[in-house]
Each structure stands twice: as C-alpha cells, then as structure tokens.
C-alpha cells in the first residue's frame, strides 16, 4: 500500500532527477538566441541507457523564435511492467535546453554559472556540480560541437547526511534518433488551464478493493503566452505534503487537455516506441477518454471534458498492485 501513496504526491502533470527534467540545461543568455529553424512543432528527440531499461523522448509542441516548449516522457522498464512520468515545459530557453546546446550559452556558461553551482566546459563536454540544502548533483553532458545537439547525459546525486535509506541515484542516457511527427500546435490555453481545479485520490487494489488516498489541488499562478504555473498540493490522511510547482503549456498541463487535441486521433504517435495517445470514447463522467499506451499497452486514462479540457477523470496503472485514480470534484 505505501507503493500506492506515493501516487498522490507523484502526479505532479498527469499525463527529480534525471535529464527527464525540462528548461535550461546552462544559465540563460541575454539577448537570448534565436532557436535554430530545426527545432519546430512535431520534433522528437529520443534518448536511451543502452540497456532497455529507461527510454526517454521530448516533444515540442509550441515554439517563438528564440523558445520551445513541449514535454518530456519517460519510460522506465521494471520486473512489474513500464512506468510513465511526464514533465512540461521549456525545451530550449536562454540558449539551452535538454538536448540543444547554442553556442553563446557554452560559451558564457563557466561565468555565469548561479550561486552553488560550478560549471566546467570544454569543446564537446561540459561538466556541472550543484550543491544544494537538498543534496549535491553532479552531471557530465556530451555534444557535438558543430551542431550543439546533446549526444549522452550522465549524473549523480547524493543525499544529504541524515536524508533516509535512499542517499543516492544515478543516470546515463545516450542520444538514440531524431524524428518528426504530425503536429499542429493549438491555438492558446483552454479555459481550464486559468481555473483551480480539486481532486479526490483513491486506490482500487488488484482484489477489488477501494482504498481513499487523500486530496490533490491544482492553483494557477500565472497563464503567460506559452506558458502557466501553477501550485500543486497534496493532501493525505489531513497531512499536506509540502506544494509544488508544476508548469504547463498549451496544448497540456498539470489538470488539463486541450480539448482542439480530442479531434485528432491518434494524437500522438511515436512509431520508433510504439507509443501512441489516442481517443478512446465516451467516459462515465460525460467526457472524452484519452489513453496512452505502449504497444497497446494502457499506461494512463484520462477522462478529458471536450468544452473546457479539464481533466475530470486520471486512472494510473501501478504493476501489479492496482490503479491510482483522481476524481474531480471541484
């Protein structure tokens, strides 16, 4: 069961620590420089351990002419089945991103770096230490020089003294392809990216049993042109789980779906993967069901409201224990 609460704080965007995450990968440039025309709508980038064990792919889906947003999947392979996180926002901001690199921001990149961080480059190699109240990270990125494009991420965190049994983790992804697929960005947040939104949480167990999980609360803070913030917060057994931030574009975001995205089917497919999100018809709360799948395998159902995008209905898959479910309910 405790496999399943961490569910509640885990949502995070429906749909930490690893090159997963989005935004810039150096300090940001001012004036920032302008994106290169190959990093458009539609672009996939995919990135592999080597091993089979962890797969990742960033999707742009909205781009001005010096940034791109979009979100990164990751895919982790465990004896039980795969997992799925999903992170938004920024894929190229500032000069950098998670797998570009422009060289004005190399360049200014050991002597801009912020306080606690260090940042050593060399041509094709930049290393970059954080340290941090929350733990020291330690990252060893590699890139071609000629194209900017990064080429393997390693790194390594470490606790800090007193932090639990888990002290540490480790990554290390390798540039594995490139493709385009069919995307046309929206037009503009729907209206459920600018409303609050409530959640009740349960867990529905293999035997069939319900058990109750808690509360999770969406709050914007800012709907900008390409991007939102919001404040997420969690709720279980009366205790709040320290809040969040979690970010969200047009097309997708923390508690909603833009609702143009339900008139294409699939709505995404990354024939590489063999990962798809399609439609999947009418749900029980009156909305549209959307699934992401790999290999015809469900990962996520989403129960999207087709006048606003609200997210009415999440159902997450745990292998082998049961579903984490959120219910709106306000």
């Known amino acids: 069961m405790q496999t399943m609460k961490r569910y509640i704080y885990a949502l995070a965007a429906f749909l930490g620590f ?10 940001q440039v001012e004036p920032p420089p302008p994106r290169p025309d190959w990093i458009r709508p539609g672009l996939v980038v995919l990135y592999s351990d080597g091993i089979g064990q962890t797969t990742l792919f960033f999707l742009v889906t909205e781009v001005t002419a010096t940034e791109a947003y979009g979100a990164s999947f990751r895919l982790a392979q465990s004896d039980a089945g795969p997992m799925l996180t999903v992170t938004i926002g920024p894929l190229y ?5 998670p797998f570009y690199l422009a060289p004005q921001a190399v360049a200014q990149a050991g002597r801009r770096a912020p306080p606690g961080t260090q940042i050593q480059t060399q041509p094709g190699w930049i290393g970059i230490l954080r340290r941090t109240p929350n733990g020291e990270s330690k990252y060893a990125v590699r890139y071609d020089p000629e194209s900017g494009m990064v080429l393997e991420t390693s790194g390594s965190y470490r606790a800090p003294a007193g932090a639990g049994p888990r002290q540490g983790a480790a990554f290390h992804l390798q540039l594995a392809g490139t493709e385009s697929v069919p995307w046309t960005p929206v037009a503009g947040f729907p209206p459920a990216a600018r409303a609050p939104a409530a959640y009740q949480v349960y867990y529905v167990l293999t035997s069939g049993a319900q058990t109750p999980g808690g ?9 900008g042109a390409q991007l939102a913030r919001y404040r997420v917060q969690a709720r279980q057994n009366g205790v709040l789980a320290p809040p969040s931030e979690q970010l969200g ?15 294409r089917d699939p709505i995404l497919q990354v024939p590489a993967l063999n990962f798809e999100i399609r439609t999947a018809g009418p749900g029980p709360s009156g909305g549209q069901v959307v699934v992401m799948q790999l290999g015809g395998m469900p990962l996520r159902a989403i129960e999207v409201d087709p006048g606003s995008g609200a997210v009415l209905l999440y159902q997450e898959p745990v292998p082998g224990i049961g579903t984490t479910v959120y219910r709106r309910v306000r």
């Not at 574009?249 to 008139?263: C, I, K, Q």
Request: aromatic letters at 6%.
């Open 93 to 97: 901001l500032g000069g950098s991103g």
């Open 249 to 263: 574009v047009p097309a997708l975001g923390p508690h909603y779906l833009h609702p143009a995205l339900l008139r």
């Open 18 to 27: 690893s090159l997963a995450q989005v935004g810039p990968l150096l300090p």
């Open 215 to 223: 509360e999770f609360q969406v709050e914007p803070l800012e709907v």
